[in-house]
C-alpha cells in the first residue's frame, strides 16, 4: 500500500518454535516483519505454547536483503525499453464449466471444506479444534460429468481429551453436509482423522515452507502446472501475473461458451516482454479450432508483465487473502481481479 513498485521475492520456513523469513526486497518504505509476522500467526490460531508455535513467544528471525541489480536490469521499464519478465518459464491457467466458479469441482469442494473448518474452529463451534487441517475430495465422473463425491478425507488437528467418535460425528454433521451437500450419496465414504489422533499438527510436526503446496494453491492437480509458486512474489514475477492472466482468459473464454474446459499456457524470458510461448487446449470442447483461440487471445488479452499488471490493477495489497483456501474460484471476495468475466461480450462475437 505505501510502495506500489516494490520489489519482492520472499520465501518463508516454520518449524518448532521459529518462523524464518528470507529473501529480496527492494522498497522504499519501511516494514515490520517481526510484527507482520507475529499478527499472522495470531490471525491463523497459533496463540497457545500447546501447539508448537505461539506468536508471542516463537523465536522469528529475518534475512532480507535487495533484488539482484541483474535481475532488475531484465525487469526494469525504461525509455527505450519495455519491463521484460522477471524470470524464465511456463505458466498455466485453466478453467471448465464444472462449478458456478468455473473451476474443477475436486477443488472446489476441497477448499470449501476447509474454509468451514477454520470459520467453525474461529467462531469456537468446534472448540477442540486445532489450527491444522486438510481435506481431500474424490468425485466420481460419468462421461467426463461429475454425479457425486465417492470420498471425503479431512484431518484435523484436535485437543487430547476428545474422543475420535466425536470428532466424526461433529465434523460429518457440521463440516461435510453443509459443504457437499447434494454431491453425497449412500456410497459415500469418510476418511477422518484415518491414524485415529492428530494432537501435534502445525510446524511442530511438519516443517512447512513456502511454494511447497502450488497443486492445492491452483487446480488440484485437474489442470497443469509450470512449478512457480505464487506466494511471497509481486507481480513482476509472471510466475504470479502471467499465472493469473491465463486463469483470466481460460475463465472468461469458458464463461463466454467458447469452450466448456480451457487450459491456457503462457512462457516467458527473463527481460523479454513478450511471451515466448502461447498455447491452448480446449479439450475437444470447443467449436472453434485451438489455432483460432489462440489468435484471439493475442487480439484480445493483454500478455506483456506491464500490460498484465495494469489490466488486472495487481500494484495492490490484495494477496494476503491468497495465502489460504485457493488463489481461483473465489469471485465473492474482493480484490481478485483474474476471476473477473469481463471480456464475455467480446469473446462471443467470435460464435457467430
Same mark, same amino acid.
Given at each position: 500500500?505505501?510502495?506500489?513498485?516494490?520489489?519482492?521475492?520472499?520465501?518463508?520456513?516454520?518449524?518448532?518454535?521459529?518462523?524464518?523469513?528470507?529473501?529480496?526486497?527492494?522498497?522504499?518504505?519501511?516494514?515490520?516483519?517481526?510484527?507482520?509476522?507475529?499478527?499472522?500467526?495470531?490471525?491463523?490460531?497459533?496463540?497457545?505454547?500447546?501447539?508448537?508455535?505461539?506468536?508471542?513467544?516463537?523465536?522469528?528471525?529475518?534475512?532480507?536483503?535487495?533484488?539482484?541489480?541483474?535481475?532488475?536490469?531484465?525487469?526494469?521499464?525504461?525509455?527505450?525499453?519495455?519491463?521484460?519478465?522477471?524470470?524464465?518459464?511456463?505458466?498455466?491457467?485453466?478453467?471448465?464449466?464444472?462449478?458456478?466458479?468455473?473451476?474443477?469441482?475436486?477443488?472446489?469442494?476441497?477448499? $470449501?471444506?476447509?474454509?468451514?473448518?477454520?470459520?467453525?474452529?474461529?467462531?469456537?463451534?468446534?472448540?477442540?479444534? $486445532?489450527?491444522?487441517?486438510?481435506?481431500?475430495?474424490?468425485?466420481?465422473?460419468?462421461?467426463?460429468?461429475?454425479?457425486?463425491?465417492?470420498?471425503?478425507?479431512?484431518?484435523?488437528?484436535?485437543?487430547?481429551?476428545?474422543?475420535?467418535?466425536?470428532?466424526?460425528?461433529?465434523?460429518?454433521?457440521?463440516?461435510?453436509?453443509?459443504?457437499?451437500?447434494?454431491?453425497?450419496?449412500?456410497?459415500?465414504?469418510?476418511?477422518?482423522?484415518?491414524?485415529?489422533?492428530?494432537?501435534?499438527?502445525?510446524?511442530?510436526?511438519?516443517?512447512?515452507?513456502?511454494? $511447497?503446496?502450488?497443486?492445492?494453491?491452483?487446480?488440484?492437480?485437474?489442470?497443469?502446472?509450470?512449478?512457480?509458486?505464487?506466494?511471497?512474489?509481486?507481480?513482476?514475477?509472471?510466475?504470479?501475473?502471467?499465472?493469473?492472466?491465463?486463469?483470466?482468459?481460460?475463465?472468461?473464454?469458458?464463461?463466454?461458451?467458447?469452450?466448456?474446459?480451457?487450459?491456457?499456457?503462457?512462457?516467458?524470458?527473463?527481460?523479454?516482454?513478450?511471451?515466448?510461448?502461447?498455447?491452448?487446449?480446449?479439450?475437444?470442447?470447443?467449436?472453434?479450432?485451438?489455432?483460432?483461440?489462440?489468435?484471439?487471445?493475442?487480439?484480445?488479452?493483454?500478455?506483456?508483465?506491464?500490460?498484465?499488471?495494469?489490466?488486472?490493477?495487481?500494484?495492490?495489497?490484495?494477496?494476503?487473502?491468497?495465502?489460504?483456501?485457493?488463489?481461483?474460484?473465489?469471485?465473492?471476495?474482493?480484490?481478485?481481479?483474474?476471476?473477473?468475466?469481463?471480456?464475455?461480450?467480446?469473446?462471443?462475437?467470435?460464435?457467430?
Amino acid at each position: 500500500s505505501q510502495d506500489p513498485d516494490a520489489r519482492v521475492a520472499c520465501e518463508t520456513l516454520t518449524t518448532t518454535g521459529l518462523v524464518l523469513v528470507s529473501g529480496e526486497v527492494t522498497t522504499s518504505c519501511y516494514s515490520d516483519f517481526q510484527k507482520i509476522i507475529r499478527n499472522t500467526l495470531k490471525k491463523i490460531g497459533y496463540t497457545n505454547p500447546e501447539y508448537g508455535l505461539d506468536h508471542q513467544d516463537c523465536s522469528v528471525l529475518t534475512s532480507i536483503h535487495e533484488q539482484s541489480p541483474d535481475i532488475a536490469k531484465g525487469v526494469d521499464s525504461t525509455t527505450e525499453k519495455e519491463q521484460g519478465a522477471g524470470d524464465q518459464g511456463l505458466m498455466f491457467g485453466y478453467a471448465c464449466d464444472e462449478t458456478d466458479v468455473l473451476m474443477p469441482l475436486p477443488i472446489t469442494l476441497a477448499h $470449501r471444506l476447509a474454509k468451514k473448518l477454520s470459520e467453525l474452529r474461529k467462531n469456537n463451534i468446534l472448540p477442540w479444534s $486445532r489450527p491444522d487441517g486438510k481435506t481431500q475430495v474424490s468425485i466420481k465422473y460419468e462421461n467426463g460429468i461429475p454425479v457425486g463425491v465417492e470420498k471425503v478425507v479431512i484431518a484435523i488437528q484436535h485437543d487430547p481429551d476428545i474422543s475420535n467418535n466425536e470428532i466424526h460425528s461433529a465434523i460429518k454433521e457440521n463440516v461435510i453436509r453443509p459443504v457437499c451437500d447434494k454431491w453425497l450419496n449412500d456410497n459415500t465414504e469418510f476418511f477422518i482423522n484415518s491414524t485415529g489422533v492428530f494432537i501435534k499438527g502445525g510446524p511442530e510436526a511438519d516443517t512447512g515452507l513456502t511454494g $511447497r503446496k502450488i497443486i492445492v494453491d491452483t487446480y488440484g492437480g485437474y489442470g497443469r502446472h509450470g512449478g512457480g509458486a505464487f506466494s511471497g512474489k509481486d507481480p513482476s514475477k509472471v510466475d504470479r501475473s502471467a499465472s493469473y492472466m491465463a486463469r483470466y482468459i481460460a475463465k472468461n473464454i469458458v464463461y463466454a461458451k467458447l469452450a466448456s474446459k480451457c487450459e491456457i499456457q503462457l512462457a516467458y524470458s527473463i527481460g523479454e516482454a513478450n511471451p515466448v510461448s502461447v498455447n491452448v487446449n480446449t479439450f475437444g470442447t470447443s467449436q472453434i479450432n485451438d489455432e483460432k483461440i489462440i489468435s484471439i487471445i493475442k487480439d484480445n488479452f493483454p500478455l506483456k508483465p506491464k500490460e498484465i499488471i495494469d489490466h488486472l490493477n495487481l500494484k495492490r495489497p490484495i494477496y494476503f487473502n491468497t495465502a489460504s483456501y485457493g488463489h481461483f474460484g473465489r469471485e465473492n471476495e474482493n480484490g481478485f481481479p483474474w476471476e473477473k468475466c469481463d471480456k464475455v461480450s467480446e469473446l462471443k462475437k467470435y460464435l457467430n
